[in-house]
């Protein structure tokens, strides 16, 4: 990230704050007015220059004030943010919803969108435990049109995951019945790590075959095979930002396309149950993201079972409030969850 001085960061910081709760573009004179900095405006417009010239603010219209970039976002929340937590009387709140639910596990994961949607204002992602890794079963590479085909991939438990290939070279039917049989043979009942070990002398296009099948398992150990609920949609949409179509369609997309929400489980999610995540914007690789942030957490308990719990919103968002509550919610989650199997 770029370097920028102290008085610099504060500034920042004061912009990111003020935007949040305004949504106006944010000028020299409101952060005097507002905020004893013991400078000059003069000395506050040049450092909102320099925080524009590193990219981390920019300006809307020519004589307007200074909004967040996602760098700028992404600066505040790695650098600047500090550790909050939930007021206890928040914790006591939602420790009780909890504690009065059923003892059932779908019930748990819908009051838990149910909260994080409510205490965010945000829209909310959760997705129920699942305690085994996906193990291949079977594969079919089925000839649609030229260099096109379709792929059928089936694991245990029945999920089956459909993806279209567009191959750089032409195969008939009967040789890619053949690959199929000879994958279907060398994996059968094998989980992803195992299949990596496995798969180092294989030739060029099989490989290729082979690393499509492993991102999908990745994808569905990342993320429950059960049920995703979600919650607060209409929290996410009453923002200004999704006002615009284009933008509210990527949104509903985002929870609507269970592939699409599982990549980016599988990529951004952290592996350390409890560990949070913050997705500002798509970082660069999902274009659906570019007006959301993400904060997403796993929760669970290792050798029983995991789960995942997120809130989606725009990238004007309170980050403070969501972590602490994405967090808190995560860690209810994974005491229930090891209440559950630990009793079984």
Not at 100 to 111: C, K, T
Not at 144 to 166: E, K
């Amino acid at each position: 990230m770029k370097e920028i001085s102290d008085r610099q960061e504060t500034i920042l910081a004061l912009i990111v704050h003020e935007y949040i709760d305004t949504v106006e573009p944010i000028g020299s004179k409101k952060l005097l007015e507002t905020y004893d900095l013991g400078v000059s405006s003069a000395t506050v417009r040049n450092e909102m220059a320099a925080l524009t010239t590193a990219g981390l603010l920019r300006q809307p219209h020519t004589s307007a004030g200074r909004v967040p970039t996602e760098d700028g976002y992404r600066y505040f929340v790695r650098r600047l943010l500090l550790d909050t937590d939930l007021p206890a009387q928040e914790k006591r709140l939602i420790r009780h919803q909890f504690h009065q639910a059923n003892a059932d596990m779908e019930e748990w994961v819908q009051l838990a969108a149910s909260v994080l949607s409510h205490h965010s204002k945000a829209a909310s992602v959760v997705s129920s435990p699942h305690t085994e890794r996906a193990v291949f079963k079977h594969l079919e590479l089925i000839s649609t049109r030229v260099r096109q085909i379709l792929m059928v991939l089936v694991l245990h438990g029945g999920d089956v995951r459909q993806q279209m290939l567009t191959l750089t070279q032409s195969f008939n039917q009967d040789e890619l019945s053949n690959i199929a049989r000879q994958i279907s043979r060398l994996f059968q009942g094998k989980d992803a790590q195992e299949i990596r070990q496995s798969a180092r002398n294989l030739d060029l296009f099989t490989r290729e075959i082979v690393d499509l099948i492993l991102e999908i398992m990745d994808r569905a150990d990342a993320v429950s095979s059960g049920m995703i609920h979600y919650d607060g949609l209409t929290h996410m949409l009453a923002e200004p930002e999704f006002a615009r179509s284009e933008s509210a369609q990527h949104a509903l997309r985002i929870l609507e396309e269970r592939s699409f929400l599982e990549e980016v489980l599988a990529k951004a999610l952290s592996p350390q149950i409890g560990g949070v995540e913050v997705v500002i914007g798509g970082e660069g690789a999902w274009e659906e993201l570019k007006d959301c942030s993400m904060v997403l957490a796993r929760y669970g308990a290792p050798g029983y079972a995991t789960g995942a719990v997120g809130v989606l919103g725009p990238t004007r968002m309170a980050y403070g409030r969501t972590i602490s509550t994405v967090r808190y919610v995560a860690g209810l989650m994974s005491d229930l969850v090891l209440e559950a199997y630990s009793e079984v």
